[in-house]
């Protein structure tokens, strides 16, 4: 049966598909075979079922998303953090609005306080840049669109 991925436990790494019978099925860590990187969500799988049970998952080679690791590009992510990062673009462009608005709202403040908040949210923003840019994209995909990771 073809089916997604839905969730995968990081510690146990249990989880939950939904198949094209738009049932789910949950899965332990040791039935997921074929190329270790289908054990994120979001990916399309080939698999058996016992019961409500998903054995022997394969990555889907057909699936027009198999190589995509998710919605949002590490690079992108990167330069928006290094140059417009003070203004919180980067955040907003993963979705994080409240950090966005935490790190522009320190900025504005900063315009009038001697511009310390400012430099502070800078700092953070080129932090962050190294960070989204040096990370594989599986871990930029694992960290910042599954776990939703806000900061660092």
Same mark, same amino acid.
């Given at each position: ?27 332990? &860590? ?7 990187? *289908? ?16 054995? #022997?998952v394969y990555p ?8 995509? @690791?998710? #919605? ?20 907003? @462009?993963l979705g994080f ?22 430099? *502070? ?5 080129? *932090? #962050?840049?190294? *960070? ?7 871990q930029f995909h694992?960290? @910042? &669109?599954?776990?939703?990771? &806000?900061?660092?």
């Amino acid at each position: 049966m073809k089916g997604q991925i839905l969730h995968i436990d990081a510690q146990s790494g249990d989880g939950v598909i939904t198949g094209a019978d738009g049932r789910r099925y949950t899965f332990g &860590e040791a039935d997921l075979l074929g190329s270790g990187q *289908i054990a994120r969500a979001g990916v399309w799988v080939d698999f058996q079922t016992r019961g409500d049970t998903a054995v #022997e998952v394969y990555p889907d080679p057909n699936s027009p998303h198999a190589a995509a @690791y998710g #919605e949002k590009n590490k690079f992108v992510a990167g330069l928006l953090a290094l140059f417009l990062g003070s203004f919180g673009v980067h955040k907003f @462009y993963l979705g994080f609005n409240r950090a966005g608005l935490i790190m522009l709202g320190c900025t504005l403040l900063g315009w009038v306080a001697f511009f310390l908040p400012t430099m *502070i949210v800078g700092v953070i923003a080129f *932090i #962050e840049a190294i *960070i989204y840019m040096t990370r594989s994209d599986e871990q930029f995909h694992e960290t @910042y &669109e599954i776990r939703r990771k &806000e900061w660092f």
